[in-house]
C-alpha cells in the first residue's frame, strides 16, 4: 500500500508516532537533548499529513552533485581519510549520534553477521562492535585510504575488511543478519540499486539500517548541498527501501546535539531508516545495467573540474556546525535558533 502511495510525484502520507507540535519535513524540530522523532509512512488514517513531494531514484543528468560519483568519491577520501576522524566526527557525526542512529538496528545479539558498507575509517563500525563480536563484521568501502585507518582500529582487529561497491556488494545472496551503512549513500550514482543491494545480502527476517543526510531547506544550503553531492529527502529513503521489498520501513530523525533539532541546513547525518527483509533471495526491483561504469576511461579534465566544485561546495558544510554551535552558546537554552 505505502509503496502504492509512494511513486512518483505526488502526494505522501506522512505518519509519526512520536509528534511533537508542528513537525514537518521542513521544519525545525527544537528537540535539545530528546530522542528526535520516528517516522513511519502507512496507510491512511486520522493521525496522518498529506504532503506534496517529489521522489526521484538515480541521479538525474541535469544535477550537478559533483562527488555523487565513484571515481570523484575515491579521490575525495584520498585526502578526506587523513583528517576525516578529526573533522568529520566532531562537527557532523558524534558518537551520541552513532549510538541514537545504530539504536533502530536492533544489534541484539552477539554472534550475528554484520556487514557495514561504505564503513570508512570504522567509526560506524566502533558503534557495531559494542553489540555484536568483531569477527562477525565485515567493513566495505571502496576507498583503501579509508580502510587502512580502520585496520589500525584496535576494537576492529578481528573484523574482515574489504574493498568493494556499495552496488555491487560481494556477499552471498541471504548472507547477513544486519546491514549498515553511514554516511555513503549520498556518494552512490544510483541509491535505489545500493539499497536493492542492501535487501539481496540480508537473510530472511534480516534489517537494513541506512544512516544518511537530509536535504536542506535553506536556499543557500540547498544550493551548496546539490553542487556537493546527494542529501535525499526523507520520502525518498522510505520510497528506496520500499521499492527494493522492505517491510515495516522506519525513519528515524537524528543530529548533533547543539543544533537543538535545526534540520534547515539539511545534516550529513540526519536520519537512520531501517526495514526488514520479508522473503528469502533476491529483491524484486528489476532494475537495467549500472548507472556509472567504473571501468569506463573518463576525461581527467572533467573529473579535476568535478572534483574540486564538489570540494568547494563541501567547505560550506564545515562552515554551518561552526555557526550552529556558536548560536547554541548564544541563544538562551530553551529558545529556538
Ligand atoms: C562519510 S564516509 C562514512 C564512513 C563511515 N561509515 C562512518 O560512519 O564514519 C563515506 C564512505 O563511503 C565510501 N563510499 C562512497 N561511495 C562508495 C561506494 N560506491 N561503495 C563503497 N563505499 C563507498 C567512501 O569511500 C567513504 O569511506
Given at each position: 500500500?505505502?509503496?502504492?502511495?509512494?511513486?512518483?510525484?505526488?502526494?505522501?502520507?506522512?505518519?509519526?508516532?512520536?509528534?511533537?507540535?508542528?513537525?514537518?519535513?521542513?521544519?525545525?524540530?527544537?528537540?535539545h537533548?530528546?530522542?528526535?522523532?520516528?517516522?513511519?509512512?502507512?496507510?491512511?488514517?486520522?493521525?496522518?499529513?498529506?504532503?506534496?513531494?517529489?521522489?526521484?531514484?538515480?541521479?538525474?543528468?541535469?544535477?550537478?552533485?559533483?562527488?555523487?560519483?565513484k571515481?570523484?568519491?575515491?579521490?575525495?577520501?584520498?585526502?578526506?581519510?587523513?583528517?576525516?576522524?578529526?573533522?568529520?566526527?566532531?562537527?557532523?557525526?558524534?558518537?551520541?549520534?552513532?549510538?541514537?542512529?545504530?539504536?533502530?538496528?536492533?544489534?541484539?545479539?552477539?554472534?550475528?553477521?554484520v556487514?557495514?558498507?561504505?564503513?570508512?575509517?570504522?567509526?560506524?563500525?566502533?558503534?557495531?562492535?559494542?553489540?555484536?563480536?568483531?569477527?562477525?563484521?565485515?567493513?566495505?568501502?571502496?576507498?583503501?585510504?579509508?580502510?587502512?585507518?580502520?585496520?589500525?582500529?584496535?576494537?576492529?582487529?578481528?573484523?574482515?575488511i574489504?574493498?568493494g561497491?556499495?552496488?555491487?556488494?560481494?556477499?552471498?545472496?541471504?548472507?547477513?543478519?544486519?546491514?549498515?551503512?553511514?554516511?555513503?549513500?549520498?556518494?552512490?550514482?544510483?541509491?535505489?540499486?545500493?539499497?536493492?543491494?542492501?535487501?539481496?545480502?540480508?537473510?530472511?527476517?534480516?534489517?537494513?539500517?541506512?544512516i544518511?543526510?537530509?536535504?536542506?531547506?535553506?536556499?543557500?544550503?540547498?544550493?551548496?548541498?546539490?553542487?556537493?553531492?546527494?542529501?535525499?529527502?526523507?520520502?525518498?529513503?522510505?520510497?528506496?527501501?520500499?521499492?527494493?521489498?522492505?517491510?515495516?520501513?522506519?525513519?528515524?530523525?537524528?543530529?548533533?546535539?547543539?543544533?537543538?533539532?535545526?534540520?534547515?541546513h539539511?545534516?550529513?547525518?540526519?536520519?537512520?531508516?531501517?526495514?526488514?527483509?520479508?522473503?528469502?533471495?533476491?529483491?524484486?526491483?528489476?532494475?537495467?545495467?549500472?548507472?556509472?561504469?567504473?571501468?569506463?576511461?573518463?576525461?581527467?579534465?572533467?573529473?579535476?573540474?568535478?572534483?574540486?566544485l564538489?570540494?568547494?561546495?563541501?567547505?560550506?558544510?564545515?562552515?554551518?556546525?561552526?555557526?550552529?554551535?556558536?548560536?547554541?552558546?548564544?541563544?538562551?537554552?530553551?529558545?529556538?535558533?
Amino acid at each position: 500500500m505505502a509503496s502504492l502511495m509512494l511513486s512518483g510525484a505526488q502526494n505522501l502520507t506522512l505518519f509519526t508516532n512520536r509528534i511533537p507540535n508542528g513537525l514537518g519535513f521542513t521544519s525545525s524540530s527544537g528537540l535539545h537533548g530528546k530522542p528526535l522523532p520516528i517516522l513511519r509512512f502507512i496507510a491512511p488514517t486520522n493521525r496522518v499529513r498529506t504532503l506534496n513531494c517529489s521522489v526521484s531514484s538515480s541521479r538525474p543528468t541535469s544535477q550537478p552533485r559533483f562527488i555523487q560519483h565513484k571515481k570523484e568519491a575515491f579521490w575525495f577520501y584520498r585526502f578526506l581519510s587523513i583528517v576525516y576522524d578529526h573533522v568529520i566526527n566532531p562537527g557532523h557525526w558524534t558518537e551520541d549520534m552513532r549510538d541514537d542512529a545504530l539504536e533502530p538496528a536492533d544489534l541484539n545479539d552477539r554472534n550475528m553477521l554484520v556487514v557495514d558498507v561504505g564503513g570508512g575509517t570504522g567509526f560506524t563500525t566502533l558503534g557495531i562492535v559494542k553489540h555484536v563480536d568483531s569477527n562477525n563484521v565485515t567493513i566495505l568501502d571502496q576507498s583503501p585510504h579509508q580502510l587502512a585507518k580502520a585496520k589500525q582500529k584496535k576494537p576492529l582487529k578481528d573484523c574482515k575488511i574489504v574493498e568493494g561497491d556499495a552496488e555491487d556488494l560481494p556477499f552471498l545472496t541471504d548472507y547477513a543478519d544486519r546491514y549498515v551503512s553511514a554516511g555513503s549513500i549520498e556518494y552512490w550514482p544510483d541509491p535505489q540499486r545500493g539499497i536493492k543491494e542492501a535487501y539481496r545480502v540480508l537473510k530472511l527476517g534480516g534489517k537494513a539500517c541506512l544512516i544518511g543526510p537530509v536535504h536542506p531547506t535553506f536556499w543557500l544550503s540547498r544550493f551548496f548541498a546539490d553542487v556537493w553531492m546527494l542529501f535525499p529527502k526523507e520520502e525518498e529513503y522510505v520510497e528506496w527501501f520500499e521499492k527494493a521489498g522492505f517491510k515495516d520501513v522506519q525513519l528515524k530523525r537524528i543530529g548533533p546535539k547543539w543544533y537543538r533539532g535545526v534540520r534547515r541546513h539539511g545534516l550529513i547525518m540526519g536520519c537512520s531508516v531501517t526495514g526488514v527483509k520479508p522473503a528469502s533471495g533476491d529483491s524484486p526491483l528489476q532494475l537495467g545495467p549500472k548507472e556509472e561504469d567504473v571501468e569506463k576511461p573518463v576525461n581527467p579534465f572533467v573529473l579535476l573540474l568535478r572534483f574540486a566544485l564538489g570540494a568547494l561546495a563541501a567547505t560550506w558544510f564545515v562552515l554551518v556546525p561552526i555557526y550552529m554551535w556558536l548560536k547554541d552558546q548564544v541563544v538562551p537554552k530553551g529558545q529556538p535558533i
